[in-house]
């Protein structure tokens, strides 16, 4: 069994009203993780909001490096520190903003790792990419040049995220969604076996409350990565129950 993962990417968005809410997400007794991922300056207190409840925090990059001469950038040891359970890694922004390769993305999972975090490593292809005949082949190669040798069930969550789909309001075909969330699965357990078969593939995308459930039919959809509808309670609560459900 895979627990299934809820979790909120804020990006650059958070607001003492925002950290407020977080006290109300509940996800049941044997429900879903809950994860949010606030900026860093937000880490501390969104982990004093949360003390006590069900909702992890985490972080939206760390530096691959443990110290050092790295200006505003960030230690997974630090986010760790801050109360941090996780760390996103090479979300498209990164990878587009900071011309972050698969290799870098790599590196930053593995410092997530030796500082005990879970490593959420995002890949996903353009919408030229998904309208070329490769669109498989260059996901799974994102897949296989990000993730560590060393990730496991426990230290590794993919996120696939469709870039085009990101804050657009659109998003994939069901056919389009099990078709590449089973090639992953399919490509996690040829290279880590059992533990690639217990890794959790989460779905980013305009995930919204309207489209949740269906999204979580899929057998290799193991919950959600989630930006614009992460940012209310009224719309986050809604998809994890959805999630609940499935
Ligand atoms: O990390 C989250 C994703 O980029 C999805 O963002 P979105 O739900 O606003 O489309």
Redesign the pocket.
């Known amino acids: 069994m895979r627990r299934k993962l809820a979790a909120g ?1 804020w990006k650059m968005n958070g607001t003492p009203e925002m950290l407020a809410e977080l006290s109300t997400l509940t996800g049941g007794e044997d429900g879903p993780q809950i994860l949010i991922c606030p900026p860093a300056p937000l880490l501390t207190r969104a982990a004093d909001v949360t003390l006590g409840s069900k909702v992890e925090i985490g972080g939206q990059d760390c530096h691959a490096n443990t110290s050092g001469a790295h200006t505003g950038d960030i230690a997974a040891s630090m986010l760790k520190d801050a109360g941090a359970t996780a760390v996103i890694v090479g ?1 498209s922004e990164r990878r587009a903003d900071h011309a972050e390769t698969d290799a870098h993305v790599r590196a930053k999972a593995e410092a997530a790792y030796a500082a005990g975090l879970t490593a959420i490593i995002c890949i996903g292809e353009s919408e030229e990419e998904r309208l070329g005949p490769d669109c498989l082949d260059i996901i799974a190669a994102q897949l296989d040049g990000s993730t560590p040798d060393t990730a496991t069930a426990d230290n590794t969550v993919i996120a696939y ?1 469709p870039i085009w ?3 657009t309001g659109r998003v994939p075909t069901m056919a389009q969604i099990v078709e590449t969330h089973d090639m992953i699965r399919a490509n996690l357990t040829a290279r880590f076996g059992d533990a690639g078969a217990h890794m959790r593939v989460l779905y ?4 919204k409350p309207t489209n949740a459930a269906e999204i979580f039919q899929a057998e290799n959809v193991d919950g959600a ?5 992460s940012l209310k309670a009224s719309d986050f609560q809604p998809i994890i129950d959805a999630l609940a459900a499935s």
């Open positions: 990417n979300h995220e789909a990101i804050g980013g995308g305009s995930v990565l989630v930006g614009g509808a």
